[in-house]
């Protein structure tokens, strides 16, 4: 059975904390993504990597980093965490045209 | 850049009822489209796709249409139960490479018993 997790189910942050939010996949996998699902907006592409060492922006990038330092593992990485944005955070890892997600990190910043 | 709309944004039926959502896109040069359903407290899976050369597939109780002209595609789910209720989610793609996937809005389903 396919899997990606992510580390945590929900976190609260303070403002301007560094965040890192982890997910793995066990399907080796070369492309993973982050997104962002806010209501009413579906899901917004954050950051992708199609290798390791690899990142390329999404549609979302600012404010957010990435680090992907082993095939199985990508990092979404908020620098300085802000109120706007507490959202879901979704991980993703796809073979070829099926994306595999994990069960979602619900963060709040306060 | 493609832009993919979705409606209705929430809908209830009865069981047994059937239920169709529908979405639309901009990019005459998307032929990928699938549709993924999340339930409470889970990530998006997978349960449909189309790719262009098709109209119409079909997998049990649900099936998906494409209309290529006019950039619509529709999910028709037939005799609901109270596990279809999920937020749906249409995407549309150019090619089948995730990171070129654009989501719709998503649709929350409901069904009554």
């Known amino acids: 059975d396919v899997k990606v997790t992510q580390s945590s189910r929900y976190l609260v942050k303070r403002t301007g904390e560094k965040v890192f939010l982890e997910c793995v996949q066990d399907?080796?996998?070369?492309?993973m993504f982050w997104y962002r699902q806010d209501p009413g907006l579906g899901l917004r592409l954050i950051y992708f990597?199609?290798?390791?060492?690899?990142?390329e922006k999404g549609d979302i990038p600012e404010g957010y980093s990435v680090s992907r330092e082993k095939k199985e593992r990508f990092s979404l990485i908020l620098e300085s965490a802000s109120t706007n944005q507490t959202s879901m955070y979704l991980c993703?890892?796809?073979?070829?045209?099926?994306?595999?997600f994990g069960q979602g990190t619900r963060l709040t910043v306060v | 850049g493609e832009n993919v709309e979705q409606h209705p944004s929430t809908l209830s039926v009865q069981e047994g009822d059937s239920a169709v959502i529908k979405c639309t896109y901009s990019?005459?040069?998307?032929?990928?489209f699938p549709w993924y359903k999340q339930e409470l407290g889970k990530g998006p899976q997978l349960i449909i796709d189309?790719?262009?050369?098709?109209g119409e597939k079909k997998d049990q109780r649900i099936a998906v249409t494409l209309n290529k002209t006019a950039k619509h595609f529709s999910l028709h789910i037939t005799e609901t139960q109270p596990e279809d209720s999920a937020v749906y989610f249409c995407?549309?793609?150019?090619?089948?490479?995730?990171?070129?996937?654009?989501f719709g809005p998503g649709t929350r389903l409901s069904v009554l018993p």
């Open positions: 993703a890892s796809t073979s070829l045209s099926e994306a595999f």
């Open positions: 399907m080796d996998h070369e492309n």
């Open positions: 990597s199609y290798d390791v060492k690899m990142k």
């Open positions: 990019d005459s040069a998307s032929n990928y």
């Open positions: 189309i790719r262009s050369n098709v």
């Open positions: 995407a549309a793609s150019p090619d089948n490479y995730g990171q070129n996937f654009v």
